[in-house]
């Protein structure tokens, strides 16, 4: 985890830097702004690593809106590293075909500033739809046919949520029309494939975030497998947080619901970055289960789906890409995932990979929704 941190932390600080010195350049005639443009980048390029390096030590207040300020900071900095990389590849080219008319020259520091604002303001105005998105759930509803075998259950309506990433920004207000929307399904058991909560659980007390998910309603349970975020905060308190919730984690292992389907739950496949261990292999799972009962996998990072296939499982859920969650994160989760998001069947066994009801940092959507999973099986012989 050193390592993936190093790289991360890096890449993180040249990349404000390169945009830091852009726009410092862009005012380089503005002597008065110039102090201000440095207090405010220093606040929202350190905000968000403040909080998770100060957690204990920061005024419950002053660590909620630095994550708030640094959260939204990734998407402007995404967006503005972007833009300032066309630009300067445009300028590049321009040297060469000249097909930039020189009147954008005459007063060349006016036309970087106005330009500026112009990026200034299409961007904010990007992040507020992407923030409106994130909180207008989205309900993805499908019937899929499962082989009854021995079950004796004629249909089973499922409820799935992935990627929640409780915070204080994803917060108890967020969470509690999640949980009426999910409620409101009538599900007969609600299914949580990883990454439920994002945060040291003594801040998710302290805040109360987390207290709605006791008001999940589901004839046969709720149940969740880790994610890699649970593992970051702390896998162990994370499991047992939940657990006050009547969430059952399934943590490479398996239930036999009433003789009609298995359920099982993979840990994270990062499990071992934080430990020792690796997870368990799918077939020593398994490898007592009567494979004559309909199985349904929680398995959060959806890598290697023909493990479920090989395995024969019935149903895979799974989450953790958020497809990218605003563009152009999808285009680099589509040539990572066999499935970014979306549903897919392999032979006898049917995936769906969401895209997440929650937000990882940023709170912000664009090309992707908060989603709900509904999942209406029908079970035939």
């Not at 050193?2 to 726009?23: E, P």
């Not at 998105?133 to 309506?157: A, D, G, H």
């Not at 920004?169 to 409101?184: C, F």
């Not at 289960?289 to 024969?312: C, G, R, S, V």
Request: charged residues 20%; proline residues 3%; aromatic residues 14%.
């Amino acid at each position: 985890m050193v390592i993936f941190f190093s790289i991360f932390f890096t890449i993180y600080f040249a990349i404000n830097y390169y945009v830091f010195i852009r726009g410092w350049q862009t005012i380089s005639n503005l002597h008065l702004l110039k102090p201000i443009y440095l207090v405010i980048f220093l606040i929202v390029s350190t905000a968000y690593i403040a909080t998770k390096f100060l957690t204990t030590k920061l005024p419950s207040w002053l660590y909620d809106a630095l994550l708030w300020i640094g959260s939204f900071w990734f998407t402007f900095l995404i967006y503005f590293f972007i833009s300032v990389l066309i630009l300067d590849f445009v300028r590049l080219l321009n040297l060469w075909l000249h097909f930039i008319p020189g009147s954008f020259y005459s007063n060349y520091e006016l036309t970087k500033q106005v330009t500026a604002l112009i990026l200034v303001v299409i961007i904010t105005g990007l992040v507020i739809y992407g923030f409106i998105n994130t909180r207008t759930l989205s309900v993805f509803k499908k019937e899929i046919t499962i082989s009854k075998k021995s079950s004796k259950l004629n249909e089973l309506n499922i409820v799935a949520a992935s990627d929640f990433h409780l915070t204080p920004v994803n917060d108890g207000k967020l969470l509690k029309k999640i949980v009426k929307q999910i409620n409101d399904l009538k599900p007969d058991i609600i299914l949580l494939p990883g990454d439920i909560i994002d945060d040291k659980v003594e801040i998710l007390k302290e805040r109360n975030i987390c207290n709605e998910l006791k008001n999940l309603k589901a004839k046969y349970g709720i149940y969740a497998s880790t994610g890699n975020h649970e593992y970051i905060n702390g896998v162990e308190e994370s499991v047992k947080y939940l657990k006050e919730f009547n969430i059952k984690v399934l943590r490479d292992s398996l239930i036999n619901i009433d003789n009609n389907f298995y359920l099982i739950g993979r840990e994270d496949r990062e499990k071992d970055r934080f430990t020792k261990d690796k997870r368990k292999e799918l077939s020593s799972i398994l490898k007592n289960a009567d494979m004559n009962i309909p199985k349904i996998l929680l398995d959060h990072t959806p890598f290697k789906l023909q493990e479920a296939e090989e395995n024969k499982i019935d149903l895979q859920l799974s989450g953790h890409t958020h497809h990218g969650q605003f563009f152009p994160g999808n285009l680099f989760t589509k040539l990572i995932y066999e499935v970014s998001w979306g549903y897919l069947k392999k032979n006898y066994t049917h995936y769906y990979v969401s895209c997440g009801v929650g937000t990882w940092g940023p709170p912000v959507r664009i090309g992707s929704v908060s989603e709900i999973v509904n999942l209406q099986i029908k079970f035939i012989d």
